[in-house]
């Protein structure tokens, strides 16, 4: 199975952007990489997703290395409804979470 | 709101008993998803349907079945609880059957005592 690697936690000032960063270095062709996030007592929700282009949508931009082995998922502007644990996932048949990465924000 | 419905919210039964989850996908999706999460082994993906077909399997225990009707909800049966089955259940739902996103609902929150 294809793994993904994310640093357990992250902090973040509020109003100041963030990266968070991804390590895949065994995707496969035909991976695609999924970003979800999950608020405190949610379902995960969709943030998004890419191939091997940079993806930008109104949530949050996806850079994705030129070799697809790591890539980072970019919040312009955090904000206190963005602390939520943010999932890296490599989608092929199914989807697998890892333990994701835990963003606090502070105001 | 991701337009994924769960019922029931939550649930409290006896071990050895049996449960059904329900769900319904967002109008328009095929696929249905289904994933359990506790504290201890984090989101782990169960088994989807496609369509009314079985397509993926993933850590799903003997005791657990699932099956996805003509109008596409689709139902999560648990039986012969035991109190490490205590967790929230949530079903996705995504337009086709390969890696387009999926969207989650709300769980179901069920305790075994």
Known sequence: ?107 | DSGVTQTPKHLITATGQRVTLRCSPRSGDLSVYWYQQSLDQGLQFLIQYYNGEERAKGNILERFSAQQFPDLHSELNLSSLELGDSALYFCASSVGAFREEQYFGPGTRLTVT
């Open chain 1, 1 to 107: 199975d294809a793994k993904t690697t994310q640093p357990n936690s992250m902090e973040s000032n509020e109003e100041e952007p963030v990266h968070l960063p991804c390590n895949h270095s065994t995707i496969s062709g035909t991976d695609y990489i999924h970003w979800y996030r999950q608020l405190p007592s949610q379902g995960p929700e969709y943030v998004i997703h890419g191939l091997t282009s940079n993806v930008n949508n109104r949530m949050a931009s996806l850079a994705i290395a030129e070799d697809r082995k790591s890539s980072t998922l970019i919040l312009h502007r955090a904000t206190l409804r963005d602390a939520a644990v943010y999932y890296c996932i490599l989608r092929d048949d199914d989807m697998r979470f890892g333990a994701g990465t835990r963003l606090t924000v502070k105001p």
